[in-house]
T-cell receptor, first 121, second 107 residues
Framework: QVQLQESGPGLVKPSETLSLTCTVSGGSISSYYWIWIRQSPGKGLEWIGYIYSTGTTKYNPSLKSRVAISLDTSRSQFSLNLSSVTAADTAVYYCARGFAVGGKGWNFDYWGQGTLATVSS | DIEMTQSPSSLSASVGDRITITCRASQGISSWLAWYQQKPGKAPKLLIYGASILQRGVPSRFSGSGSGTDFTLTISSLQPEDFATYYC?????????FGPGTKVDIK
């Protein structure tokens, strides 16, 4: 059974960088998309971006200038860095596995439990 | 960006009821649509992808239909464990986007 687990600080100061890691167990990193999604009361579910197992990345244009997603296949981990955070970045952050059908159709079949990241001084 | 809307935003129903939730995309997305169920404090769970393909392990009382811009999720006989919030997600193009959700609660 594939499992994902987010880890990282729950409190980040404004203007600093939010860093989260997702550890994948029970399955291979290969041939899947590794996703970050966040959920806040004000904005609902928001796709942040993905990294494919080959290292290709795609980001939400609304966050693109501040986001970086990286992959460490040796540790079965992928990470999110979101820079210059503000209170608007306070949310529950989920990592997820995505699969595509016919080269698109990205669907998220396994999710972490989510981790609350609060931006506050 | 493709905007997703859902209706209704909430509904009250009884165990055994048949319910339908509608999702509309702001532009055509073929059949690239997924449905998720989320319970309080939990991550969303994939129910349906490709508009109508049931994810492994999901009960057959869930079904999806539609293509282009209009889609529906139907639960044929609502069970106690189905009371939750349901989201649609377009899987056609980046940025991937979600609907605002439909909360299903007990009448």
């Amino acid at each position: 059974q594939v499992q994902l687990q987010e880890s990282g600080p729950g409190l980040v100061k404004p203007s600093e960088t939010l860093s989260l890691t997702c550890t994948v167990s029970g399955g291979s990193i290969s041939s899947y998309y590794w996703i970050w999604i966040r959920q806040s009361p004000g904005k609902g579910l928001e796709w942040i971006g993905y990294i494919y197992s080959t290292g290709t990345t795609k980001y939400n244009p609304s966050l693109k200038s501040r986001v970086a997603i990286s992959l460490d296949t040796s540790r079965s981990q992928f990470s999110l860095n979101l820079s210059s955070v503000t209170a608007a970045d306070t949310a529950v952050y989920y990592c997820a596995r995505g699969f595509a059908v016919g080269g698109k159709g990205w669907n998220f079949d396994y999710w972490g439990q989510g981790t609350l990241a609060t931006v506050s001084s | 960006d493709i905007e997703m809307t859902q209706s209704p935003s909430s509904l009250s129903a009884s165990v055994g009821d048949r319910i339908t939730i509608t999702c509309r995309a702001s532009q055509g997305i073929s059949s690239w649509l997924a449905w998720y169920q989320q319970k309080p404090g939990k991550a969303p769970k994939l129910l349906i992808y490709g508009a109508s393909i049931l994810q492994r392990g999901v009960p057959s009382r869930f079904s999806g239909s539609g293509s282009g811009t209009d889609f529906t999720l139907t639960i044929s006989s609502l069970q106690p464990e189905d009371f939750a919030t349901y989201y649609c997600q377009q899987a056609n193009s980046v940025p991937l986007t979600f609907g605002p959700g439909t909360k299903v609660d007990i009448k």
